[in-house]
């Protein structure tokens, strides 16, 4: 049973991990076309309006997706399908009506948003982004059921039209537009593309209604004479989404609040007190938001990891499963390392060849943007290791802890981004500096409140070691490469054999140095396979070291949850959660 688990957990990130790679190739193809025949300015309004859009989208589902993840879950792990349904009906009305609001506020508000971010000329990509917020709330009530049922291949699927559309519509709207339009050209074919995101947007939408309306056809088939305990009254079930739900929006606010802040800060002190003019505060601004797209790329694959994490762990704690839930959690941040440690040092290692490859038609761009992205390189492992803490501090219940963190990382980076976007010497660098520091603070103090509750998983320093000293024999010989290649072939050229070289590096150093398990390994596709091949043996575990007790994991009085015993919790008894009784 707790084989399958980890299993589950496993499958569901690879599935969600394999979606994200194909995505995220996808969105460099919609990307990387804008960022060179659309100016730095121009994109400036693109990464505005994306920036004040994730902010409504924060506000209107960040927590509930989690939420409902949970909840069905939960009710999943005990075999109560009806609650599930329920929970799911109660999200989806609440994710209309608050998609909708913020669609409408978007829209319309789109002349002052603008002019509070000191770019009024943005105001028309803002609007025309706003209608994804109505999209994307349906999806995410439709996301947040299928992933609390470990079902993540809707979620891929939809996440994979959105990219595929988003391209074919988006990019040729803009390249048509820059051809055709001759006032103000990158203005419009910022808008542009943005129309080309909000009908991906809809049609992601469409096909997980499609597929939820199959499914439900499916579950009614196969649930006929299952007796379940009586729903609780959907005001109950609404109570308990938003009490779960609204410490997690609140958190996860911070994120995109802050980078709302940080680029406002941007415009107005770079105006204001570094003296430059508006058109140099948008390229600078549209500069930056290039180093943070390339950023975004290898943090992103830990957002699966996450993802998979919650409704899986949140029924081994359900189940008092101590031992798996140590197990599951200390594989989620192992894998997090795994990913973000070698990809905090290759970007750093090649970030002014990768801007010089990707920019490649703006070279002065690249050439501002690749010390920015070094900058940023330093928190890529720290992103990660932020997404899979805060979920691990959510399947215990623990919704505040993270909120409280990351409003201290908060503070701190908008006290530092002020500070230092005002000297004229460090202007934008000052916005790259103050996110390294504001991610690590945040970390820390997530990893600090998980070991209360976790005292006997592995430790993530002794997980790291092995991981940092492959990464760092990774980018030694890699750069080497790249150097010798360079005089070969043009250094844009040289880039990609040299990270492929140090992607295979990587591999060998991390099994050489013991930084993943033989468990880690048979977890994935042909496991067992690569094992033998690693030659990696499974380890000695003694009939004692498998039976020892663990301690209960502890939480703040306040935010502390009983686990349920099984028989207590299927017959909705004293100890079930309070909207199953």
Same mark, same amino acid.
């Given at each position: 049973? +707790?084989?399958?688990?980890?299993?589950?957990?496993?499958?569901?990130?690879?599935?969600?991990?394999?979606?994200?790679?194909?995505?995220?190739?996808?969105?460099?193809?919609?990307?990387?076309?804008?960022?060179?025949?659309?100016?730095?300015?121009?994109?400036?309004?693109?990464?505005?309006?994306?920036?004040?859009?994730?902010?409504?989208?924060?506000?209107?589902?960040?927590?509930?997706?989690?939420?409902?993840?949970?909840?069905?879950?939960?009710?999943?792990?005990?075999?109560?399908?009806?609650?599930?349904?329920?929970?799911?009906?109660?999200?989806?009305?609440?994710?209309?009506?608050?998609?909708?609001?913020?669609?409408?506020?978007?829209?319309?508000?789109?002349?002052?948003?603008?002019?509070?971010?000191?770019?009024?000329?943005?105001?028309?990509?803002?609007?025309?982004?706003?209608?994804?917020?109505?999209?994307?709330?349906?999806?995410?009530?439709?996301?947040?059921?299928?992933?609390?049922?470990?079902?993540?291949?809707?979620?891929?699927?939809?996440?994979?039209?959105?990219?595929?559309?988003?391209?074919?519509?988006?990019?040729?709207?803009?390249?048509?537009?820059?051809?055709?339009?001759?006032?103000?050209?990158?203005?419009?074919?910022?808008?542009?593309?943005?129309?080309?995101?909000?009908?991906?947007?809809?049609?992601?939408?469409?096909?997980?209604?499609?597929?939820?309306?199959?499914?439900?056809?499916?579950?009614?088939?196969?649930?006929?004479?299952?007796?379940?305990?009586?729903?609780?009254?959907?005001?109950?079930?609404?109570?308990?989404?938003?009490?779960?739900?609204?410490?997690?929006?609140?958190?996860?606010?911070?994120?995109?609040?802050?980078?709302?802040?940080?680029?406002?800060?941007?415009?107005?002190?770079?105006?204001?007190?570094?003296?430059?003019?508006?058109?140099?505060?948008?390229?600078?601004?549209?500069?930056?938001?290039?180093?943070?797209?390339?950023?975004?790329?290898?943090?992103?694959?830990?957002?699966?990891?996450?993802?998979?994490?919650?409704?899986?762990?949140?029924?081994?704690?359900?189940?008092?499963?101590?031992?798996?839930?140590?197990?599951?959690?200390?594989?989620?941040?192992?894998?997090?390392?795994?990913?973000?440690?070698?990809?905090?040092?290759?970007?750093?290692?090649?970030?002014?060849?990768?801007?010089?490859?990707?920019?490649?038609?703006?070279?002065?761009?690249?050439?501002?943007?690749?010390?920015?992205?070094?900058?940023?390189?330093?928190?890529?492992?720290?992103?990660?290791?932020?997404?899979?803490?805060?979920?691990?501090?959510?399947?215990?219940?623990?919704?505040?802890?993270?909120?409280?963190?990351?409003?201290?990382?908060?503070?701190?980076?908008?006290?530092?981004?002020?500070?230092?976007?005002?000297?004229?010497?460090?202007?934008?660098?000052?916005?790259?500096?103050?996110?390294?520091?504001?991610?690590?603070?945040?970390?820390?103090?997530?990893?600090?409140?998980?070991?209360?509750?976790?005292?006997?998983?592995?430790?993530?320093?002794?997980? +790291?070691?092995?991981?940092?000293?492959?990464?760092?024999?990774?980018?030694?010989?890699?750069?080497?490469?790249?150097?010798?290649?360079?005089?070969?072939?043009?250094?844009?050229?040289?880039?990609?054999?040299?990270?492929?070289?140090?992607?295979?590096?990587?591999?060998?150093?991390?099994?050489?140095?013991?930084?993943?398990?033989?468990?880690?390994?048979?977890?994935?596709?042909?496991?067992?396979?690569?094992?033998?091949?690693?030659?990696?043996?499974?380890?000695?575990?003694?009939?004692?070291?498998?039976?020892?007790?663990?301690?209960?994991?502890?939480?703040?009085?306040?935010?502390?949850?009983?686990?349920?015993?099984?028989?207590?919790?299927?017959?909705?008894?004293?100890?079930?959660?309070?909207?199953?009784?």
């Amino acid at each position: 049973m +707790a084989q399958d688990k980890k299993q589950s957990f496993m499958k569901g990130a690879a599935i969600l991990s394999a979606s994200t790679l194909i995505v995220k190739l996808l969105g460099l193809l919609f990307s990387i076309p804008l960022a060179n025949f659309i100016d730095p300015e121009g994109m400036s309004h693109f990464y505005i309006a994306y920036n004040i859009f994730g902010l409504f989208l924060m506000l209107s589902t960040a927590g509930l997706p989690i939420a409902v993840s949970r909840m069905v879950g939960t009710a999943f792990s005990q075999g109560h399908r009806r609650e599930a349904d329920q929970v799911f009906s109660v999200a989806f009305w609440l994710f209309f009506s608050l998609g909708l609001l913020g669609c409408l506020v978007m829209f319309f508000g789109a002349d002052q948003i603008a002019q509070w971010y000191g770019s009024p000329a943005a105001n028309f990509a803002i609007m025309a982004l706003a209608p994804t917020l109505f999209f994307i709330s349906i999806e995410s009530s439709l996301r947040g059921y299928f992933q609390g049922r470990s079902n993540m291949i809707p979620t891929a699927t939809s996440q994979t039209i959105e990219a595929v559309t988003k391209v074919i519509i988006g990019v040729g709207l803009a390249f048509y537009i820059i051809r055709s339009v001759k006032v103000d050209p990158d203005r419009w074919a910022a808008v542009g593309a943005i129309i080309g995101v909000s009908v991906s947007a809809a049609l992601g939408a469409v096909y997980l209604l499609l597929y939820k309306l199959f499914q439900g056809r499916w579950d009614r088939r196969h649930a006929r004479g299952q007796e379940e305990p009586p729903l609780v009254s959907r005001q109950e079930m609404l109570r308990s989404l938003v009490r779960f739900a609204v410490p997690i929006t609140i958190g996860s606010c911070f994120l995109s609040l802050l980078d709302t802040v940080d680029g406002a800060i941007l415009m107005n002190r770079l105006q204001e007190a570094a003296r430059f003019t508006q058109e140099q505060a948008d390229w600078w601004n549209g500069t930056l938001g290039h180093a943070r797209k390339f950023f975004d790329l290898p943090g992103a694959f830990v957002v699966p990891i996450s993802t998979s994490l919650l409704p899986i762990l949140s029924g081994a704690i359900a189940a008092k499963d101590h031992h798996q839930v140590d197990r599951i959690s200390s594989t989620a941040l192992r894998v997090t390392l795994l990913i973000g440690i070698p990809s905090s040092v290759g970007m750093g290692v090649f970030s002014k060849p990768i801007c010089q490859l990707l920019l490649y038609n703006q070279p002065e761009v690249a050439q501002e943007a690749a010390p920015l992205l070094t900058m940023l390189s330093v928190a890529i492992a720290f992103s990660g290791m932020l997404f899979t803490t805060n979920a691990i501090l959510q399947s215990f219940g623990r919704a505040t802890r993270p909120v409280v963190d990351m409003a201290v990382g908060g503070i701190i980076k908008i006290v530092l981004s002020y500070l230092l976007i005002g000297i004229p010497q460090v202007a934008a660098m000052g916005s790259a500096i103050s996110t390294v520091v504001s991610y690590v603070v945040m970390v820390v103090l997530n990893l600090f409140a998980i070991r209360t509750s976790l005292p006997h998983m592995d430790s993530v320093v002794k997980t +790291a070691l092995p991981l940092l000293l492959s990464s760092a024999v990774m980018g030694g010989v890699s750069y080497g490469a790249y150097g010798l290649l360079s005089l070969l072939v043009s250094p844009r050229v040289a880039v990609l054999p040299a990270i492929g070289l140090a992607i295979l590096v990587y591999a060998v150093c991390v099994v050489v140095f013991r930084g993943v398990s033989y468990d880690d390994v048979v977890m994935l596709p042909k496991g067992q396979t690569l094992a033998r091949l690693l030659r990696m043996k499974p380890p000695r575990r003694s009939s004692r070291a498998a039976v020892q007790p663990v301690e209960e994991p502890s939480a703040p009085a306040e935010e502390r949850v009983p686990a349920p015993p099984r028989e207590e919790a299927r017959s909705g008894g004293k100890y079930a959660p309070r909207h199953m009784r």
